[in-house]
């Protein structure tokens, strides 16, 4: 089958978390051990760094991935969801895997997809590694999907693991509270491999501690980096990093949203570890790395400025610490008035998420085409219980065009509340 029919198949017969939720969730590793054992067990062919957490992982895995193929490493990057084509799941150096390979993986192994009825997930993974075995690449950074123990990816034995911010989201699937959520994510943890933990929260330290010990894991942590934000641009920003000891360093990158800053010491931790056991990264790397982590991974959707006078800017923020540290930097932006496109999917906390939102902005509520997208009709109700006004729309791009026709040029046009309303966005 060529490729379109291989989507269609996959999309058709395999159970789908991002377009139906828990029920494609499967809550061990049973069907990836086996899919992979099938395939000769790829994972074990390649070096990797494994990166999980509520928020900050996929920029974060994008930077590594930018900074390893600046040092001249040829480079393996496998992130979730897609926006625009399932081909940006799985990436070489920064080029997506060609739609070929795609087709002739599902063709050949219709018959083993059909024995284990995996979900969709866990054939790409399976898919991924294939891919990256095959190719023969000197390191692949994996993204976690869906928390961490049993997330599918948890089948590697990384060169280094990393955790970044935990937040409140999947409670259904992960726990109802941060230390229940840590917990999971300290699935990766692997034993006698280094840990990094990219974000300061102190309460949770000692989950990832007790989970580093049980393991015999080293766990560096990050609290004493300092990451301080300079001059901000159109298409990048400056920032500075310093650490005790150390003299400070200046960088540059082309991620403009400045909750990515907060992700920088988790980066760096994982670069120093890489160096210690053995990885050329000289500081020239680092710069680069950062300064073209777009144009060299293709990342999308975080701060992603697609229209100007007025500013149009897409985000991909979609649970409440991603929103909040998203509306820090929109209360920052000169502006006459606030137009919000929002749209949510059903098992998020969208009254928290809501509780967030300015009461002065105008409102244009919307939904994706997945089935878990919470009908706007729906999310409107909801916001109108907590004074946040406005119309509903079918799809995103109707309510971008009336925003754009409300907006005077001097306003400010934000699109955020679901990955898949962004990925619906015609000019993205």
């Known amino acids: 089958m060529d490729y379109q029919q291989a989507l269609t198949y996959l999309y058709e017969r395999l159970p789908m978390f991002q377009r139906v939720g828990a029920v494609a969730f499967k809550k061990d590793l049973g069907n990836t051990v086996r899919l992979l054992e099938a395939l000769g067990n790829p994972q074990n062919n390649f070096k990797s760094v494994h990166v999980a957490g509520t928020n900050g992982k996929g920029s974060s895995a994008h930077a590594l991935a930018s900074i390893l193929q600046s040092a001249g490493y040829k480079t393996g990057l496998y992130t979730s969801p897609h926006l625009k084509e ?33 979900s969709f997930f866990e054939v790409t993974v399976a898919m991924a590694f294939k891919y990256f075995a095959s190719e023969e690449v000197d390191i692949a950074i994996i ?21 970044t911010m935990i937040g409140y989201d999947h409670a259904d699937l992960l726990g109802n509270t941060l230390p229940a959520i840590a917990a999971e994510k300290a699935g990766i943890i692997k034993p006698g491999r280094p840990v990094v933990i990219g974000a300061n929260q102190p309460d949770l330290l000692s989950v990832f501690k007790a989970k580093a010990r049980e393991v015999g894991a080293p766990l560096k942590t990050m609290d004493k980096m300092r990451v301080v934000t300079g001059d901000q641009g159109v298409f ?65 959707g975080r701060w992603q400025m697609i229209g100007q006078s007025p500013m149009v800017v897409a985000d991909v923020s979609h649970n409440e610490p991603g929103v909040a540290q998203l509306l820090e930097q929109v209360s920052l932006v000169p502006r006459r008035r606030l137009h919000l496109i929002i749209g949510m999917v059903r098992d998020k906390d969208i009254s928290g998420v809501l509780k967030l939102l300015p009461k002065e902005a105008t409102y244009y509520f919307t939904q994706s085409s997945v089935p878990r997208s919470l009908p706007a009709v729906d999310l409107r109700l909801q916001a109108e219980v907590l004074g946040l006004l406005g119309d509903r729309f079918i799809n995103v791009n109707q309510a971008l065009k009336e925003a754009e026709k409300n907006a005077h040029s001097d306003d400010f046009i934000l699109i955020c509340g679901s990955t898949f309303v962004v990925a619906e966005i015609e000019h993205l």
């Open 86 to 118: 399932f081909t940006e799941r799985i990436r070489l150096n920064g080029g997506e895997v060609s739609q070929d390979f795609v087709g002739q993986f599902v063709s050949q192994h219709q018959g083993l997809i059909e024995d284990i009825n995996p």
């Open 143 to 163: 993204e976690t999907g869906l928390g961490g123990r049993l997330d599918s990816t948890n089948v590697i034995d990384p060169l280094v693991s990393l955790i």
């Open 236 to 300: 990048h920003q400056n920032f500075e990093v310093s650490e005790p000891g150390e003299p400070a360093m200046e960088y540059r990158t082309d991620i403009t949203a400045n909750y990515f800053l907060k992700n920088i010491p988790g980066v760096l931790g994982v670069v120093h570890e890489l160096r210690g056991l053995g990885f050329t990264i000289e500081k020239g790397a680092i710069k680069q790395g950062f300064a073209q982590i777009k144009s060299q991974t293709g990342l999308k």
